[in-house]
């Protein structure tokens, strides 16, 4: 179906995009985007990552300003210069790092912000009618903090929905849900289209596209590939088109299809985690006793909801955080109370959870990036001064080994794609990584195509015999990577299982266990 097709099928639009161009120097983000959407339909928006999906939806909510181009509402246009004008027009966006305030309850935080006058008893009233009228499970009476993520995701939803916004966008809204909240979040969102919500669903899940969108928005290299209906177009067209590729009809590996797992039975131990314990200031206990082990060549996966404990795990282990109490074991030597320089020198290699804050320097350059925490080594110094050549060598290697697009060691990090800017940080801890690698949340976020760079990176680092542990809410690529996976659940482990041998429902149900049944 080609574009002009994509137009015609869409009789009383509310939305019209039409001929907008991005560009962020030399990186063209969007280009030509054009597009007609009706109030009470949901569509989808696929694409690999640097595609333009997130660009395209900043500037529907004015974060960014396009270069070029025209958005009309009901046929008036409209300049939406900022998130806040972009409320004022009814358009609302909900990210995949939520914005609420943990101290406040949910009838709170929706009501935030508000006049005094709009804060009222009737305010109130209304927000639960809006609330019962969804269906969607919202306690009340309870603080942000003691919420599961689906429920901090409904109330973030609520808040939109309660600042009359006809057009709400869902940046990858399942991948910091459960299993079992996948379902009743689907639900929940095809009763705002049937409700006359205009839904942008931003998603790299065929599965989900499938089940949850009218049409499918697919972009490639900022343009826009082609607006179909989802009923009638096969998984394997979305796919190409997605990709570049011709369709060819031919069945597209699922994402629990069986790989082929590393033999670690005789090997020994990489970590060993012994007892760990970690009580934040407030006297909180965020891990409880933690025991596991992995082997060399091993990929120990732990599975679990968003905020239990998993990053701190990994923060503890790599020493950014200092366990409460407990040991903890690198290749047999005891390493419970070593720096984290200590800990990079004996070959722990970390890729963190948020690569923004924690991985890169955006300011810096591609090359800097990949050399900022290795600068002092031989191979990146002369005659005792660092050597720029080298660097931009040694850059260019990896640039390419990697595929970083673009193709430029010296353009900032904050030019490229989070797909690509997670390919840095990979690249750049994958090559310290001689015993241990952690990693944390690898593919949150990112398409199909660079889904599977990164896992078979991961694959190739644990082939050579380094162990590795995986962490990651997103229990597809979890059970397809790992050799054994781990569940944790309210800071424990409740349970350790061959992914091989399980179902989602037994891991959702380990997930979910309350504090009383972790034993």
């Known amino acids: 179906m080609n ?32 597009l007609l959407a009706s109030k009470g339909e949901c569509i989808a ?19 960014y300003q396009p270069d070029n181009g025209e958005i009309k509402l009901g046929g008036t246009p409209v300049s ?17 790092h939520f914005s609420l305030v943990g101290a406040m309850t949910a009838e709170e935080n929706i009501l935030i912000g508000l006049p005094s006058t709009k804060r009222g008893t009737d305010a109130r009233a209304r927000v639960r009618q809006l609330c019962s009228d969804l269906d969607f499970n919202v306690d009340f009476d309870i603080r942000v903090t003691e919420m599961p993520v689906g429920m901090k995701q409904r109330v973030e939803i609520l808040k939109a929905l309660f600042r009359d916004v006809s057009i709400l966008i869902l ?21 705002l289209v049937a409700n006359g919500c205009l839904v942008f669903f931003i998603s790299h899940k065929l599965d989900e596209i499938r089940e949850i969108a009218d049409r499918v928005m697919i972009m490639r290299h900022g343009r826009v590939e082609g607006v179909l209906p989802v009923a009638t177009t096969p998984m394997t067209q979305m796919s ?76 503890v282990i790599t020493g950014l955080k200092r366990q409460t109490s407990g040991a903890i074991h690198l290749n047999g030597t005891e390493i419970s109370s070593a720096s984290i320089a200590s800990r990079i020198a004996d070959g722990i290699g970390f890729v963190p959870e948020d690569r923004h804050a ?3 320097v955006l300011s810096l350059s591609v090359e800097e990036n990949l050399a900022f925490r290795s600068i002092g080594e031989d191979r990146f110094m ?95 690529h979890v059970l397809d990577i790992s050799d054994r996976v781990a569940v944790i659940a309210f800071g424990r482990i409740t349970g350790v299982v061959d992914p091989e041998n399980t179902t989602l429902q037994d891991i959702g149900l380990l997930m979910t266990a309350a504090p009383e049944e972790v034993q």
């Open 80 to 96: 939406v210069t900022s998130p806040a004008k972009a409320i004022e027009h009814g358009i609302g966006m909900i990210h995949q």
């Open 382 to 476: 002369s005659g005792g001064l660092i050597s720029r050549r080298a660097m931009h060598e040694i850059a260019s290697d990896v640039v390419a080994g990697f595929d970083i697009r673009p193709p430029d060691p010296k353009l900032n990090a904050s030019a490229l794609s989070g797909g690509n800017q997670q390919k840095i940080v990979l690249a750049r801890e994958v090559a310290r990584a001689r015993n241990l690698l952690v990693v944390v949340q690898p593919t949150k976020g990112l398409d199909v195509g660079a889904t599977e760079f990164v896992q078979n990176q991961i694959r190739a680092v644990a082939q050579s015999g380094v162990g590795v542990l995986y962490i990651s809410t997103e229990l597809e």
């Open 171 to 191: 940046d990858e809204p399942t991948s910091v849900l459960a299993p079992t909240e996948v379902a009743p979040f689907l639900k929940g969102v095809r009763k």
């Open 3 to 34: 574009l002009r097709e994509s137009w015609e099928v869409v009789v009383d639009p509310f939305l019209k995009v039409t001929g907008i161009d991005k560009s962020f120097g030399a990186v063209r983000a969007l280009h030509n985007v054009n």
């Open 240 to 315: 190409a088109l997605m990709m570049g590729e011709k369709p060819t009809g031919e069945t597209v590996e699922t994402p629990n299809a069986k790989k082929a797992r590393n033999d670690t039975s005789s090997a020994p131990d990489a970590l060993v985690v012994s007892d760990l314990c970690l009580t934040d200031p407030g006297g909180a206990e965020i891990l409880q006793d933690v025991t596991l082990s992995v082997k060399a060549g091993e990929i120990l996966g732990i599975a679990g909801i968003d905020g239990n404990g998993q990053t701190e795990l990994s923060e």
């Open 358 to 360: 924690e991985g890169l």
């Open 45 to 63: 928006i696929l694409g690999e990552n640097g595609a333009g999906k997130t660009t395209f939806a900043s500037v529907l909510i004015g974060l």
